[in-house]
Each structure stands twice: as C-alpha cells, then as structure tokens.
C-alpha cells in the first residue's frame, strides 16, 4: 500500500449503532487528520493529531471520537449520529503539522469514506 | 474569522478556452494551497504557493500569489476534457488549512 488508505470506503449506519472509520498512512509524516466534506460547503477540519497528541479538536460533536494509537493509524469511532452526519470523511496526513514550521507542509489524502446516517 | 472565497463555484467550458478560478482569503498568511478533486475521488495537491509573486505552472494550469491583494488566482490554458475535476484553494492559517467551496469545473469537448 502506498500514500493514505482509508477503511471502509461505504458504510450506511443506523443512528444506534457503532462503527469506525479506519486510515493508515504509509509516507512517515508524523501529522493527521480527519475532515468531514458536505455537499456544497468547504471542508471542514475535524481534529488534527501530531506525533499521536490530538492537537485540535474543532468543535466537534462528542458522537465523534478520534484515536491515533501511533503516527501511522488514526480512527473515528462513530456512534448515535444523526443525518445530517452523513457525508465524505477524508482522512488526510502531512510531514509536520505543527505551529513551529513556517516552510510547505502538503497535506495527502486518502479517498475517503462515504458515510450514510439513516 | 477568516474567510476564503472561490469564484465562480461552477464553471462550465469549452475546449480550448481559456479561464480564471479566483481565490479571494481573509487574512495576512503567504501559504496557499491549490487542490484538485475529481468525482468520487480524493483530494490531489497541485500548487503550493509561498510568498508574494509566487507563480506555479504545470501543464495548461498556472497558479499565481497575490499576497498584498490577498488573491490566488488559477488560469486554465486551452482547456481540455481531462481538466474537467473541483478545484479548491485552501490558506494555511495557524498550520491550519482553511479552504473555499470549490470550483466546480466542466469542460465540454
């Protein structure tokens, strides 16, 4: 595997249950992120984890859950969402992340999971 | 709060043609990112820009830094069918990305 990957790539949910959205990153950058993409509107950064600390949580609802066990894997753990949670999760990873570097730090995607609340 | 603003959100063209996406931010940062999105697919970074005058070519796209005006702007060059993608600028903000709606556009054989 190569660049980010993200599992699984569909997933329709009731709003009881619980699943996970899993993205590994194979480029050894120490930064990543999670973003929600809607219809229609910019996207919209989730949390941010540098060197596995969440170092941005942007007022997210607590029916999402981050984890990042290391540098290379991050989860969103999902349960009772809504509908209007419906929408493309991506999942993105970048060399630095961090306030100190002031140079270029591309962030990469994976393809993202779409994500049906019913 | 800091804003970025594309326009036009949808641009719809023919072959050959060419044209402009327009990326207006609200604040002071020199770092801004142009990305490509095609249907059903995942983000593809295309440009970065890094300071006031900047310019970046690749193929038929160029992309250009305007950091006094606050501006980016991405021309397309004779235009063709496999340019047809949403393209969208984000600005780097606190290491942040901060980004407009996208340009959704389609080009016409």
């Known amino acids: 595997e190569t660049g980010v990957t993200q599992t699984p790539r569909h997933l329709v949910m009731g709003m009881t249950n619980k699943k996970s959205l899993k993205c590994e990153q194979h480029?050894?950058?120490?930064?990543m992120y999670w973003y929600k993409q809607s219809a229609k509107k910019p996207l919209e950064l989730m949390f941010v984890y540098n060197f596995k600390e969440q170092t941005e949580n942007n007022s997210v609802p607590s029916r999402f859950s981050p984890e990042c066990p290391n540098s290379s894997h991050l989860f969103l753990h999902l349960h009772t969402l809504q509908p209007e949670d419906s929408a493309l999760y991506l999942c993105?990873?970048?060399?630095?992340?961090?306030?100190?570097?002031?140079?270029?730090?591309?962030?990469?995607f994976g393809p993202g999971t779409r994500l049906t609340v019913l | 709060e800091l804003k970025v603003e594309q326009n036009p959100l949808f641009l719809s063209m023919q072959e050959g043609k060419n044209y402009t996406i327009y990326c207006n931010y609200s604040?002071?940062?020199?770092?801004l990112y142009w990305y490509r999105q095609d249907p059903g697919k995942s983000l593809e970074s295309l440009f970065v820009?890094?300071?006031n005058g900047a310019v970046k070519q690749e193929g038929r796209l160029m992309a250009s830094l305007d950091t006094k005006a606050r501006l980016s702007t991405l021309h397309i060059t004779a235009a063709v069918h496999d340019l047809s993608a949403t393209y969208f600028c984000a600005v780097d903000e606190n290491y942040q990305l901060i980004w407009g709606a996208g340009t959704k556009l389609i080009i016409k054989p």
């Open positions: 993105a990873s970048s060399q630095h992340g961090t306030r100190d570097y002031v140079g270029i730090d591309t962030q990469y």
């Open positions: 604040t002071t940062s020199d770092r």
């Open positions: 480029l050894g950058h120490n930064a």
């Open positions: 820009l890094l300071s």
